[in-house]
């Protein structure tokens, strides 16, 4: 079993960035594709970012061009930088494995997950 360690949210102004940082244990992290989700209060947790075992990429409408998924195999490490951010984005953003895009379902465990608030 994979263990996912989310950090790097914060309170931040609109407009501003964070770069939030997902850690994986295990050795198999690098062969699987890998995505955020986020869950705001009131609402059902939400894919935003994929990437592949590869490095191909895929966005939310809601956060295309603002949002830049990364991976450090070698590290065990997935990234997400967040510019230009909006109320909007504000949730517990989490890191998983995605197993099936249409239901949400993941692979492994969820972490604790990061909270982000996005207000001035």
């Known amino acids: 079993q994979v263990q996912l360690v989310e950090s790097g949210g914060g309170l931040v102004q609109p407009g501003g960035s964070l770069r939030l940082s997902c850690a994986a244990s295990g050795s198999i992290f690098s062969i699987y594709a890998m995505g955020w989700y986020r869950q705001a209060p009131g609402k059902q947790r939400e894919l935003v970012a994929t990437?592949?075992?590869?490095?191909?990429?895929n966005y939310a409408d809601s956060v295309k061009g603002r949002f830049t998924i990364s991976r450090d195999n070698a590290k065990n490490t997935v990234y997400l930088q967040m510019d230009s951010l909006k109320p909007e984005d504000t949730a517990v953003y989490y890191c998983n494995a995605p197993y099936d895009i249409a239901t949400n379902a993941v692979l492994w465990d969820w972490g604790q997950g990061t909270q982000v608030t996005v207000s001035s």
């Open positions: 990437i592949t075992s590869g490095g191909i990429t």
